[in-house]
C-alpha cells in the first residue's frame, strides 16, 4: 500500500468513469482477478479493452486518456508515476484538470494570505455575570480533566424510578 497504489486506484475510478465498467467486470471471484493480474498480466485496461468495442474505440480515440490508463496500471508499481508526477507531467490530467488545479492554487494562496481569525469561546459570546463566568470556566477545567479533581469522593450512577 502506499502511493503507487493510489495511482493504481486512481487508474480504476477513471477507466469506470471513462467506460462504465468496474475493472473486471463480470468476474465474481477474487481469486480469478488475481490469477489474470499475477498469471496472466491482465491489467484492469487491457480487460476493459477486451470486454467491448465500444471501450475500446473510447479509450484508444484519445491517445492522451490511453496513455494516462497504461501508466496507472503498470504491474511494477515501483514504475508507476506518483500523483505529483502526474499532475505535473501527464498530457490528459493537464489538458482536461488544468483550470481545476489552477482554481485549487488560487484558493490555496487565498487561504494563506487571510489570516485566521481566533476563535471565539462560547462564554466570550454570553453576556453573564462575572460569578456565572467563573462557574462556567471551572466547569469547563473539570471536563477537561476529571481526574484533577480528586478530593471529590464518585457518585453512584442515578437510577431512575421503576428501573434496577
Not at 7 to 12: H, I, K, L, Y
Not at 73 to 97: G, T, Y
Not at 139 to 154: A, I, M, R, Y
Request: glycine share 4%.
Amino acid at each position: 500500500m502506499g502511493p503507487k497504489t493510489d495511482t493504481w486506484a486512481f487508474g480504476c475510478w477513471l477507466l469506470q468513469i471513462c467506460t462504465g465498467m468496474v475493472p473486471y467486470e463480470g468476474v465474481e471471484d477474487a481469486e480469478e482477478i488475481y490469477n489474470l493480474l499475477v498469471n496472466e498480466k491482465l491489467t484492469p485496461l487491457d480487460c476493459a479493452l477486451q470486454q467491448s468495442v465500444y471501450n475500446s474505440r473510447m479509450i484508444f480515440s484519445n491517445e492522451d486518456l490511453f496513455d494516462l490508463l497504461k501508466s496507472c496500471f503498470l504491474l511494477k508499481h515501483e514504475k508507476r508515476p506518483s500523483a505529483r508526477r502526474l499532475l505535473k507531467d501527464d498530457k490528459f490530467i493537464q489538458a482536461h484538470f488544468a483550470e481545476l488545479r489552477a482554481a485549487a492554487e488560487a484558493e490555496l494562496v487565498k487561504q494563506k494570505a487571510e489570516p485566521t481569525p481566533a476563535p471565539v469561546l462560547p462564554a466570550q459570546t454570553l453576556d453573564l455575570p462575572a460569578e456565572r463566568l467563573d462557574a462556567l470556566e471551572q466547569l469547563s477545567k473539570v471536563l477537561e480533566d476529571p481526574e484533577e479533581d480528586s478530593d471529590e469522593k464518585e457518585h453512584e450512577p442515578a437510577v431512575t424510578p421503576g428501573r434496577k
